[in-house]
Structures are given as structure tokens and as C-alpha cells.
């Protein structure tokens, strides 16, 4: 019988039977690390975090992405406003410009109507300064004839007229020289062959005159118009 029998024991089984224990050992204090070393609850920490990170990204994943290229201007992309474009839109340029016509005309229309009642007011204050300055009423109507005339036998230029008084039912005849007054209500301006100018006494129609002109029958008749 050999020295291996007899002993009962056999080297290489002991050696694998070592490792293996100490195989064991290794993995039993790698799963058990936290409770045997300080700080225990490190590594349940890590596979939190690590587990929470793995969620995080999950997440982020599922959210849709963002374009970061400008895409290109089509039917489908008309209206729709690129975050990362900051300039503005064909609709939002067309709307201010509609915007800022509208208001121009507006301002327009203001304008027009405030100078419409500027000039309503005028005509206003206007026709009240007439309607309140007195209305002069018209000169008193003279109402004579002028039939003859003769000169003075002074002054060989100057006339005598005679008038009648229009209406009257008998000759109501008047003679008059220049500067003389009729009524008190006329004044004689001046007498010549043709007419006799008439003023008035009244002072609101100091510079009005009146032309009374001969009759025809008087100018056919020589005898009338020159009486000496």
C-alpha cells in the first residue's frame, strides 16, 4: 500500500478544497462589503444612484427633440415660429404693416374732422357777430322830381333846381340851392343841367348820395331849363 492510502489524505484534493473555501470567502465578504466595512450603506447608495440615473435618462429619452437647424420655408412650415429664430414672421410683418395703415388712416380721419368743426365754429362765431352788430336800415326814400333849373343871377355857375314832391294832389313844388336841407332829412350835394345829387342829414349815411336825374319833358323845353 502506498503512503498516499495510508494517510488517508490526498494533496491535490486538499489544495482544491483550499481554493475553494477561500473562493467562497472572497464572494461571501465582496456581497456582504457594506456590513462589514464602515460606511456600510455605500454601496445600496450607489445602486440608487445609479439606478435614478438610469430613470433620468429614460426620460429624457422619451422627450421629443428639439429642431436646432432651420427648416425649410414650406406650406407646412408657414405659421409655425422656429424657437431659435428671432426674426419675425411674413404674417407678423403683414399684420403691423395692416396695423400702422389703419392707424395713419385713423389719424387721417381725426384730422379732417377736427378742421370740419374748426370751420363750423368760425361760421358760427361768424353769424353771431352779424346776427348781433344792428343792421343799419336803408336811407329815407327821397321822393321829389327834379323838373327845371336856373342859374343864380350872382354867380352864373352855380343852379337853382326846382322839385316836386312825388304823390302830392296839387304842385307841391320846392326850390333849393346847393347846401340847402329838404325835410331837414336830405342835403343838396350838387345841381348841374342833367341831375341833382342828394345827401343826408343823417349822420349813418353821410357818405351816401342819391342822383335824382331832370325830367325828359323839362329837357324838350328850353324855356323851362333856363329860366333867368
Keep these: 500500500m502506498s503512503a498516499t492510502g495510508e494517510s488517508g489524505t ?25 456590513l462589514l466595512l464602515p460606511g456600510g450603506g455605500a454601496g445600496t447608495a450607489i445602486g440608487d444612484d445609479v439606478a435614478g440615473l438610469d430613470a433620468r435618462l429614460k426620460m429624457l429619452s422619451s422627450l421629443p427633440e428639439l ?17 431659435f429664430d428671432f426674426t419675425s414672421s411674413p404674417e407678423a410683418l403683414a399684420a403691423e404693416a ?14 379732417q374732422q377736427l378742421a370740419q368743426a374748426a370751420e363750423r365754429r368760425r361760421e358760427e362765431l361768424s353769424r353771431r357777430q352779424a346776427d348781433a352788430t344792428p ?6 326814400e327821397f321822393r321829389y322830381r327834379y323838373l327845371a333849373y336856373f342859374r343864380k343871377m350872382s354867380n352864373d355857375g352855380e343852379f337853382i333846381a326846382v322839385l ?23 342835403v343838396v350835394r350838387d345841381i348841374n343841367e342833367d341831375e341833382i345829387v342828394i345827401g343826408y342829414t343823417d349822420p349813418r349815411y353821410e357818405d351816401q348820395t342819391k342822383a335824382v336825374r331832370i325830367v325828359e319833358s323839362a329837357t324838350s323845353s328850353p324855356s323851362r331849363r333856363r329860366r333867368r
Aim: charged share 30%; net charge positive.
Design 10 to 34: 490526498d494533496p491535490r484534493r486538499l489544495r482544491l478544497l483550499v481554493g475553494l473555501l477561500v473562493v467562497l470567502a472572497l464572494v461571501a465578504l465582496w456581497t456582504n462589503r457594506g
Design 67 to 83: 429642431p436646432i437647424d432651420r427648416p425649410a420655408v414650406e406650406s407646412a412650415f408657414l405659421g409655425k415660429r422656429n424657437l
Design 98 to 111: 395692416a396695423r400702422r395703415r389703419q392707424q395713419e388712416q385713423l389719424a387721417q380721419q381725426r384730422q
Design 135 to 140: 343792421r343799419k336800415p336803408p336811407p329815407p
Design 164 to 186: 316836386q314832391k312825388q304823390g302830392s294832389r296839387g304842385p307841391e313844388q320846392v326850390i333849393v340851392g346847393v347846401g340847402e336841407t329838404i325835410e331837414d332829412r336830405f
